[in-house]
């Protein structure tokens, strides 16, 4: 009996170290999954202050450069509209000044064109238009006017007297020394076309 004794208490004593190291290691198992359960906790908790603090840099870094373009931007902009401005006020009006000059300008053509009888025989043909009108002495002069554009001295004192009257006479060539090549097309034949006009006033 004694011996049943005993061994019921050697198996209630097995059992209940049994019991023990199971809850033992329950325990150690929980603890364990609450510490890693905290330390994620606390990682999370610093990734989301950290993330919040870098956003809040980089918001803070994004605004000064903001402002500090759009300062630059303002000041650039009134710094250029001084400038204008300053333009405006220094820059003198020259339209005036232009339109007098081309007025002038104007004059002098005007000018040149009233010592001539024809002042664009030699640049281009003329016709029956610009010469009917046209007294035989006019005729005349507006043929050797295209001589005395190059320079031909002539042997007329009449004639050369007249156009060295003119600014636009240079004397250059004796009737002996003129080229024949120094007249272009559109001169040669107004000359032959003025000559033959002379012609017709001369007959009638």
Same mark, same amino acid.
């Not at 004639?159 to 060295?164: A, D, P, V």
């Given at each position: ?31 364990? %999954? $609450? /510490? *890693?359960?905290? !330390?994620? +906790?606390? @990682?999370?908790?610093?990734?989301? &202050?950290?993330?919040? #603090?870098? =956003? ?22 009134? %710094? $250029? /509209? *001084?400038?204008? !401005?300053? +333009?405006? @006020?220094?820059?003198?009006?020259? &339209?005036?000044?232009? #339109?007098? =000059? ?103």
């Amino acid at each position: 009996m004694k011996e049943k004794a005993d061994f019921k208490l050697k198996i209630i004593s097995c059992i209940l170290s049994i019991a023990i190291i199971f809850i033992a290691s329950i325990t150690a198992l929980l603890f364990l %999954s $609450s /510490s *890693n359960v905290s !330390k994620a +906790k606390k @990682t999370k908790n610093l990734t989301k &202050s950290e993330y919040a #603090k870098e =956003s809040d840099n980089s918001s803070n870094s994004q605004t000064e450069e903001y402002q500090g373009i759009s300062l630059d931007d303002f000041s650039i902009s009134v %710094s $250029s /509209s *001084n400038s204008d !401005k300053k +333009k405006e @006020t220094t820059e003198p009006d020259t &339209s005036t000044e232009t #339109k007098t =000059s081309e007025d002038t300008e104007d004059t002098e053509d005007s000018s040149n064109q009233g010592d001539y009888i024809i002042s664009d025989s030699d640049s281009r043909y003329l016709t029956d238009d610009d010469l009917k009108d046209l007294s035989k002495d006019e005729l005349s002069l507006a043929r050797n006017e295209i001589f005395a554009r190059h320079g031909y001295i002539f042997d007329s004192e009449e004639l050369q007297s007249y156009f060295e009257a003119k600014d636009w006479y240079s004397p250059v060539y004796s009737s002996d020394s003129f080229p024949e090549d120094e007249l272009n097309e559109y001169e040669k034949k107004n000359a032959n076309l003025i000559k033959d006009y002379e012609k017709d006033k001369g007959d009638n």
